[in-house]
Nanobody, 116 residues
Framework: EVHLVESGGGLVQPGGSLRLSCAASGFTFSRYAMAWVRQAPGKGLEWVSGLFDDGGGTKYADSVKGRFAISRDNAKNTLFLQMNSLKPEDTAVYYC?????????WGEGTRVTVSS
């Protein structure tokens, strides 16, 4: 059975940092492209960052470029998102996504609140 379990969310002040993790199981993690997607209160899904299965390429939404860093540890089947210089507009539920061909897996999300 496939599981993607996000953790690391919480309440942080503007300018602060958080590191999100996504623990994967039930599929061959290293063969999947991984991404973080978020949903702010009252808004739709927003793609944040993606990382290809070979780890060779990363992409970021313009809204987080220079502040967020995505990485993966294939030995530990874990995806990370280091978030620095957080802003109130980063407040959202952050979801982990695994994709290969036409297969998509999603976690249940971890909530990040940026507020003073």
């Amino acid at each position: 059975e496939v599981h993607l379990v996000e953790s690391g969310g919480g309440l942080v002040q503007p300018g602060g940092s958080l590191r999100l993790s996504c623990a994967a199981s039930g599929f061959t993690f290293s063969r999947y492209a991984m991404a973080w997607v978020r949903q702010a209160p009252g808004k739709g899904l927003e793609w944040v960052s993606g990382l290809f299965d070979d780890g060779g390429g990363t992409k970021y939404a313009d809204s987080v470029k220079g502040r967020f860093a995505i990485s993966r540890d294939n030995a530990k089947n874990t995806l990370f998102l280091q978030m620095n210089s957080l802003k109130p507009e980063d407040t959202a539920v952050y979801y982990c996504n695994a994709r290969r061909d036409r297969v998509d897996y999603w976690g249940e999300g971890t909530r990040v609140t940026v507020s003073s």
